[in-house]
């Protein structure tokens, strides 16, 4: 399946951001739903607990009045003064009570209404028994006896008793609509819970579905990255391998050319300034050396024939250097280090061992890479001195050029650089590695190790692991690096 239409199947799932929204609404929701709950039965609760201690308050308040009357008569059976001071501790009780009922039954003017007959009758049953203490006081047996008859005496009990009952009746049927609230809030609380627990239940299975949606597209999506990423890596292998080829043959190309321009300047000028040296040197005796500006002229042409021989010469060692085929490498790179001291005037310190190389690619490759570090250093490098070695090992040879020059950085080194990277394909191209250590003001040390398997006719390069640094005798000085 092509990546853009993955693309599309992934956009087309729910966004994990909605369902986090829709989970958060359904949390909001059953927290509501919970909290209409909690309020109802918190309200039916506190209506129950109200009317139990209305309850309570009026039983206290009756037994406060049956406890005043009880100490009353004792008082008056017995004369004795412990059951006076009872009697007034219990009147003090009646009356707190009194006010604990006035304070609880003052909610509502239902309420109030009923109070205010109980209270009328609990202070006239109070007004009763403190007459009758004041009579039986001032010993009037007549008047107390009238007072205490039966029949008046059962009268406000009775009284007070129906009006405790009618309101006890009364908070019974708020109590059982408080109950009624209670089961109610308890049922909405029931199917919230059961609903919003089915409605996250369904919405954690769609988000479990969602994200395995998304992680199966997202592995596929990957997968195909992963397969385009191959392919574009090969592809760019397969076009690096062929770069490299096609710049190892415009590099060969190049060789041949400069080898072939040689040869022809070696072979076709060098015949016509031999010649043109013998017919100078067959003219000398025919012409007038007497003369001046003849003798003048003949020596002028004969040192300019032998200033282009040079620069014939030079010519074609830069090209190509002949002694590299005919003296051999150590030789080629004496030469070439001493035709560097005499242009720059900057010295070289040559260490370089004898070494037998029959690959002529690999004696041209290490000739090619002194000789291009020792143009840098002569354009850029503003050194003093020079160091170069060349070491053969077993199985690698390794060669080393430092200067101790102003150096450069090598992050900064830009694109148009061919110099250097000439040189590491070069390197690269045989099995070798290259290796630059600069840094601005510290010089520039270049190292190359190249396997010794190059040298074999035919044989393939293999890189090898950059081998340790072989080091300079004692006697060659360091340079700065």
Request: hydrophobic share 40%.
């Amino acid at each position: 399946m092509p990546l853009p239409k993955m693309a599309q199947e992934r956009e087309k799932l729910l966004d994990p951001a909605f369902l986090l929204v829709l989970a958060l609404m359904l949390a909001a929701a059953f927290l509501s739903i919970n909290e209409i709950a909690y309020q109802g039965a918190r309200h039916a609760a506190q209506q129950t607990f109200a009317y139990q201690d209305r309850r309570a308050d009026i039983n206290r308040l009756v037994q406060a009045l049956f406890n005043a009357q009880t100490h009353l008569r004792g008082y008056m059976l017995s004369s004795q003064p412990e059951h006076l001071d009872l009697y007034q501790q219990s009147r003090q009780h009646l009356r707190d009570e009194l006010g604990a009922v006035s304070t609880r039954l003052s909610a509502s003017d239902a309420d109030r209404a009923t109070f205010g007959k109980l209270q009328e009758e609990v202070i006239y049953q109070m007004s009763e028994m403190d007459l009758s203490l004041r009579l039986f006081q001032q010993d009037k047996p007549e008047a107390l006896q009238f007072l205490l008859s039966a029949d008046r005496a059962s009268e406000p009990l009775q009284s007070i008793q129906a009006i405790s009952d009618n309101i006890v009746q009364e908070q019974g049927q708020e109590m059982r609509l408080g109950r009624q609230t209670l089961l109610r809030s308890l049922l909405i609380s029931r199917i919230g819970v059961a609903f919003l627990s089915a409605a996250a239940l369904l919405a954690f299975w769609l988000y479990l579905r969602q994200v395995k949606a998304r992680k199966r597209i997202d592995a596929q999506i990957q997968q195909r990255l992963m397969d385009e990423r191959d392919a574009l890596e090969k592809q760019v292998r397969q076009r690096t391998a062929s770069l490299s080829e096609l710049a190892s043959y415009l590099q060969q190309v190049r060789e041949n050319e400069r080898a072939h321009l040689a040869r022809e300047l070696h072979d076709e000028l060098g015949a016509l300034l031999t010649a043109a040296k013998l017919d100078i040197a067959r003219l000398r005796p025919r012409i007038d050396m007497g003369n001046a500006e003849i003798k003048e002229r003949i020596a002028h042409l004969s040192d300019t024939l032998n200033q282009v021989i040079s620069l014939k010469r030079r010519i074609i060692e830069d090209l190509h250097p002949s002694t590299l085929s005919t003296l051999g490498l150590n030789a080629a790179l004496e030469i070439l280090t001493q035709r560097f001291t005499n242009t720059t005037g900057v010295g070289v310190e040559s260490n370089h061992e004898v070494v037998s190389i029959h690959n002529a690619d690999l004696r041209l490759t290490i000739y090619r890479v002194i000789q291009e570090s020792l143009n840098n250093i002569a354009k850029y490098a503003k050194a003093s001195s020079v160091q170069t070695f060349l070491h053969q090992y077993p199985s690698h040879l390794f060669v080393r050029i430092r200067d101790d020059g102003i150096g450069f950085d090598p992050d900064k080194v830009g694109i148009h650089s061919h110099g250097l990277r000439g040189m590491r394909h070069r390197i690269e191209a045989m099995g070798g590695q290259l290796r630059i250590d600069t840094a601005p003001g510290k010089g520039c040390t270049i190292t190359a190790t190249l396997p010794m398997v190059a040298d074999l006719p035919g044989a393939s390069s293999h890189p090898l692991p950059p081998p340790p640094v072989a080091p300079i005798p004692p006697s060659a000085p360091e340079a700065a690096s």
